[in-house]
C-alpha cells in the first residue's frame, strides 16, 4: 500500500484483500469521497460488469481498480467520460510495454482481437445536477483458464501476450492518468480525445456488426463522433449509433 501511495501524486488509495466489488465499495461510501479517491483490490466476490454480467475476479492475479469522480456537468456526459477512461486504460498499458492494446467501444479494451479489460462507469444524479460517479477497471494481467471457465467471449491476459507489469506502478500510473484526463474532459469535453481515439480503435475501417436486442446492424465502423456515438458506415453513408445497449462485434 505504502509502495502504490508513493507513486501516486497526491490523493487517497484503499487496498483491500476481499471486497464483493471494488465500484459497490465506493458507491457505499460516496458521501465522504473526495474526486480521484480509489481503491483496489486482491479479489472480487461479485464483481460485476454491465447489465448485470458477472466480472472473473480470480484473486491476486489481476487488477481490480475503481475510483469516484463528481461529474459537474451531470449524467449527460457520462458517455464520454467512459471513453476517455478507455483511452486512458490503453496508453497506460502501451507505455508498460503492451504496444498492441487497443479499445472497443463504449468501454471494453482489446489485445489480440481478445478482451483484455472491461470498464464500468456505475452513477447517480439527477440531470442538471451534478452526478456522481464510480469507474472500475478490470484489467486481466495473470489469470488462468480455470478461473475463467464461465467467461463466454474470447479473453486474455497481459502475461499470455508475453507482457510482465508490476501491478502498484500500473495502478499508480491508471490512477494518475485518470485524474489529469478526467479534468481536462471536464475543461474541454471530448475533442482533444477524438483523436486519440482513433488511434487505438481496434475496430476502425473494419466490418462490424452492431447487437441491438435481437437486430443485427452491418456496417464499417469508422470511429467516434464528437459526442461520443459510434460512427457505421452502410453503403457509403454514415451515421452515429448512441446507447448502453448497443454490442459491436467483428462481422
Ligand atoms: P459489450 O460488447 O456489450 O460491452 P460484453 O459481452 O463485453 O458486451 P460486458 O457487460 O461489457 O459485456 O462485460 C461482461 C462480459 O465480459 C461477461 O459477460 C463475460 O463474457 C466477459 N468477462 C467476464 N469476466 C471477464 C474477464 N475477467 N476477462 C474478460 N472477459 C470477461
Ligand atoms: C465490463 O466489461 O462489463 C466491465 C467490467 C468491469 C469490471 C471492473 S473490476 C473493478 C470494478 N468492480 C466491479 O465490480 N466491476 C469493475
Do not use: H
Amino acid at each position: 500500500e505504502d509502495e502504490i501511495n508513493a507513486q501516486l501524486d497526491n490523493g487517497r488509495l484503499a487496498v483491500i484483500p476481499v471486497i464483493d466489488s471494488t465500484n459497490q465499495y465506493l458507491l457505499d461510501r460516496m458521501d465522504r469521497l473526495q474526486s480521484g479517491d480509489a481503491c483496489v483490490a486482491e479479489y472480487q466476490q461479485a464483481g460485476r460488469g454491465r447489465r448485470g454480467r458477472q466480472w472473473i475476479s480470480p484473486f491476486g492475479v489481476n487488477l481490480y481498480l475503481s475510483m469516484y469522480w463528481r461529474l459537474e456537468q451531470g449524467p449527460a456526459a457520462a458517455m464520454g467520460l467512459s471513453l476517455v477512461i478507455g483511452i486512458v486504460l490503453a496508453e497506460a498499458l502501451q507505455e508498460l510495454g503492451a504496444a498492441n492494446v487497443r479499445v472497443k467501444w463504449p468501454n471494453d479494451i482489446y489485445l489480440e482481437d481478445r478482451k483484455l479489460a472491461g470498464i464500468l462507469v456505475e452513477l447517480t444524479g439527477k440531470t442538471g445536477d451534478a452526478a456522481q460517479i464510480v469507474i472500475g477497471a478490470g484489467i486481466n494481467l495473470g489469470m488462468r483458464a480455470p478461473a475463467a471457465e464461465a467467461i463466454n467471449q474470447g479473453w486474455i491476459n497481459l502475461q499470455e501476450a508475453g507482457v510482465t507489469v508490476n501491478r502498484n506502478a500500473l495502478s499508480a500510473r491508471i490512477v494518475n492518468k485518470l485524474r489529469s484526463a478526467l479534468a481536462q474532459f471536464e475543461q474541454d469535453g471530448l475533442t482533444p480525445f477524438v483523436g486519440r481515439w482513433a488511434r487505438l480503435d481496434n475496430f476502425i475501417d473494419r466490418p462490424v456488426k452492431l447487437l441491438i436486442g435481437d437486430r443485427e446492424i452491418f456496417g464499417i465502423a469508422r470511429g467516434i463522433d464528437q459526442q461520443g456515438g459510434l460512427i457505421l458506415e452502410q453503403n457509403g453513408v454514415k451515421k452515429s449509433w448512441v446507447g448502453g445497449e448497443i454490442s459491436l462485434r467483428p462481422q
